[in-house]
Antibody
């Protein structure tokens, strides 16, 4: 079965770092773009950026450029989303999602279960 | 950045009724790169429509998408109880600035 499995919920303090993961199963991880999406409580979906695990090509939404780092390690079929210094406003659910087509930009048809991040002092 | 504006914000309808949801883009979007998602409370978003009008795998045919340029529509032919949810449009035409609309909530009247 094709699936993305995300790491567990996190509770952090402002200023702390965080790296969450998204592991792909059941398909050739290197050949599909993986995207990250933020959803704050009670709010809509925000596209953060995408990574192509095959060559680590990464694209960021202007809103998130410089705020987060997206990466991937194709050897272990895992994509990452990381922060060097969290803020309370980073508290949200974060989803990874896989594109539909090999190699190209497309809608996201496979989604991870989400990772909830709470940043509070 | 292409801004997607969805309307209405909330749609109150009864089961069996037809739902028409709008997504308007601030500039022209190739229909190849327009998708619709459904999200129920506490659940992960689910892809319904891609390429503006193609149903994703397993999506019932009561869901249909149409439109081009700056105006796109998601139609739910006859609402089933499980269709009450929030719906988002998304454009993935202008890398790196892919965007989602703010969502339309379809609620039971």
């Amino acid at each position: 079965e094709v699936q993305l499995v995300q790491s567990g919920a996190e509770v952090k303090k402002p200023g702390e770092s965080l790296k969450m993961s998204c592991k792909g199963f059941g398909y050739s991880f290197s050949t599909y773009w993986i995207g990250w999406v933020r959803q704050k409580p009670g709010k809509g979906l925000e596209w953060m950026g995408i990574v192509y695990p095959g060559d680590s090509d990464t694209r960021y939404s202007p809103s998130f450029q410089g705020q987060v780092t997206i990466s991937a390690d194709k050897s272990i079929s895992t994509a990452y989303l990381q922060w060097s210094s969290l803020k309370a406003s980073d508290s949200a659910m974060y989803y990874c999602a896989r594109g539909m087509i090999v190699g190209g930009f497309s809608a996201f048809n496979i989604w991870g279960q989400g990772t909830m991040v709470t940043v509070s002092s | 950045e292409i801004v997607l504006t969805q309307s209405p914000g909330t749609l109150s309808l009864s089961p069996g009724e037809r739902a028409t949801l709008s997504c308007r883009a601030s500039q022209s979007v190739s229909s190849t790169f327009l998708a619709w998602y459904q999200q129920k409370p506490g659940q992960v978003p689910r892809l319904l429509i891609y390429g503006a009008s193609s149903r994703a795998t397993g999506i019932p045919d009561r869901f249909s998408g149409s439109g081009s340029g700056t105006d796109f529509t998601l139609t739910i032919g006859r609402l089933e109880p499980e269709d009450f949810a929030v719906y988002y449009c998304q454009q993935y035409a202008s890398t790196p600035s892919w965007t989602f609309g703010q969502g339309t909530k379809v609620e039971i009247k």
